[in-house]
Each structure stands twice: as structure tokens, then as C-alpha cells.
């Protein structure tokens, strides 16, 4: 289930066209936590 937060996040990466990919590197995290934030997995 996704939560505010993962909704929004998935809504504005995708209108700008980003991979999870390029907001990793933007955030200097890994692409799998961009997949959790979006996927409600990891509020973190």
C-alpha cells in the first residue's frame, strides 16, 4: 500500500521523466532505497 509520500515521489520522478537511478544519485542514496521509499517499504 503506498503511502503519501511514496505516491508523491513516484508522481514527480515520473513527470520528470528521472529513473530511481538519477534520484539516487541526487539524494546519494542507493536505487533500491528510492524502490523502497517508493514501494511504502522504508520510511527512512
Do not use: P
Request: charged share 15%.
Amino acid at each position: 500500500m503506498h503511502n503519501a509520500f511514496a505516491h508523491q515521489l513516484l508522481k514527480l520522478r515520473t513527470e520528470q521523466q528521472l529513473s530511481q537511478t538519477d534520484i539516487a544519485n541526487l539524494l546519494f542514496v542507493s536505487r533500491q532505497a528510492v524502490s523502497k521509499w517508493e514501494n511504502g517499504v522504508s520510511q527512512s
